[in-house]
């Protein structure tokens, strides 16, 4: 979903929601690539059933394919994942802070001024 959202976005914003859906994707890669299994292979497959409407689609670790999460008796906390993105937003947005903080300072004292000056 993230994905066609970006595809319809214009500008640096659809840079930034691509860049947010490679995110996504890392964990099953992760999981699936320290499991032993083929990452590319299995998280082609989810996306795949993802974008097929299988909404509960995950990986069985036990097998290395695509199953059904409530079925495996995969639950995630909700509360958690939005806890998580808050927080990832969160550190972005301060990083976006500090760079344009330190891009203006460097202008206010001409273009000799270098970071290391801090």
């Given at each position: 979903?993230?994905?066609?959202?970006?595809r319809?976005?214009?500008?640096?914003?659809?840079?930034?929601?691509?860049?947010?859906?490679?995110?996504?994707?890392?964990?099953?890669?992760?999981?699936?690539?320290?499991?032993?299994?083929?990452?590319?292979?299995?998280?082609?497959?989810?996306?795949?059933?993802?974008?097929?409407?299988?909404?509960?689609?995950?990986?069985?670790?036990?097998?290395g394919?695509?199953?059904?999460?409530?079925?495996?008796?995969?639950?995630?906390?909700?509360?958690?994942?939005?806890?998580?993105?808050?927080?990832?937003?969160?550190?972005?947005?301060?990083?976006?802070?500090?760079?344009?903080?330190?891009?203006?300072?460097?202008?206010?004292?001409?273009?000799?001024?270098?970071?290391?000056?801090?």
């Open positions: 979903a993230v994905d066609e959202v970006a319809a976005t214009p500008g640096k914003t659809a840079l930034a929601l691509e860049a947010f859906s490679k995110a996504l994707t890392a964990i099953p890669h992760t999981i699936s690539d320290n499991g032993g299994f083929d990452a590319e292979e299995l998280v082609a497959q989810l996306r795949a059933a993802h974008y097929k409407g299988e909404s509960d689609a995950g990986i069985d670790m036990e097998q394919v695509i199953g059904n999460a409530r079925e495996l008796g995969i639950t995630e906390s909700f509360k958690c994942k939005c806890h998580v993105l808050m927080a990832a937003s969160e550190a972005a947005e301060q990083i976006l802070r500090i760079d344009s903080i330190l891009t203006a300072h460097q202008r206010e004292r001409g273009n000799g001024a270098q970071y290391e000056d801090y």
